[in-house]
Antibody
Framework: EVQLVESGGGLVQPGGSLRLSCAASGFTFTNYWMHWVRQAPGKGPVWVSRISIDGKDILYADSVKGRFTISRDNAKNTLHLQMNSLRAEDTAVYYC?????????????WGQGTLVTVSS | DIQMTQSPSSVSASVGDRITITCRASQGIGSWLAWYQQKPGKAPELLIYSATSLQSGVPSRFSGSGSGTDFTLTISSLQPEDFATYYCQQTNSFPLTFGGGTKVEI
């Protein structure tokens, strides 16, 4: 069974940092590109970042570029999102998402999400 | 960025109804469109990709059509478990963008 389990969310002050992790299991992690997608309360999903299988092809949304860093540890089947200089508008549930094919850019499996709240 | 506009934003329907949700892209995206279903407190689930391809395990009452800028999601006979919010997503280019959602309610 495919499982994506996010962790690392919580309450952080503006300007602070958090590191999200996503533990993948039930599939061959090294065969899949991965994404982070976030969803603010009551809003639609927003794509955040994507990483290739080898970690060398990375893209970010403009809203997080320069502040967030996506990475993966293929030996540990884990995806990460380092979030720095957090702002109130970064408050959202963050989902780890598996992409079944680099040419399709969809999410066929999503984690349950981890809530990040940026507030003083 | 490509803007995705869904309509209606909400629809009231009954079990057994046929409903259609529309998604319009601000520029042509070929057939690079996906549809997701989201229930309260849960992550989105992929229903359709490449505009018309049904994701494995998704009931055949769901179907997608369209290309270019105009797309539709149709549920042929609404079931109780289909009451949820539906989102379209363009997968043509980065940044990937989602529509604002359509809530299907009783």
């Amino acid at each position: 069974e495919v499982q994506l389990v996010e962790s690392g969310g919580g309450l952080v002050q503006p300007g602070g940092s958090l590191r999200l992790s996503c533990a993948a299991s039930g599939f061959t992690f090294t065969n899949y590109w991965m994404h982070w997608v976030r969803q603010a309360p009551g809003k639609g999903p927003v794509w955040v970042s994507r990483i290739s299988i080898d970690g060398k092809d990375i893209l970010y949304a403009d809203s997080v570029k320069g502040r967030f860093t996506i990475s993966r540890d293929n030996a540990k089947n884990t995806l990460h999102l380092q979030m720095n200089s957090l702002r109130a508008e970064d408050t959202a549930v963050y989902y780890c998402v598996r992409d079944p094919s680099v040419s399709i850019n969809v999410g066929d499996y999503w984690g349950q999400g981890t809530l990040v709240t940026v507030s003083s | 960025d490509i803007q995705m506009t869904q309509s209606p934003s909400s629809v009231s329907a009954s079990v057994g109804d046929r409903i259609t949700i529309t998604c319009r892209a601000s520029q042509g995206i070929g057939s690079w469109l996906a549809w997701y279903q989201q229930k309260p407190g849960k992550a989105p689930e992929l229903l359709i990709y490449s505009a018309t391809s049904l994701q494995s395990g998704v009931p055949s009452r769901f179907s997608g059509s369209g290309s270019g800028t105009d797309f539709t999601l149709t549920i042929s006979s609404l079931q109780p478990e289909d009451f949820a919010t539906y989102y379209c997503q363009q997968t043509n280019s980065f940044p990937l963008t989602f529509g604002g959602g359509t809530k299907v309610e009783i």
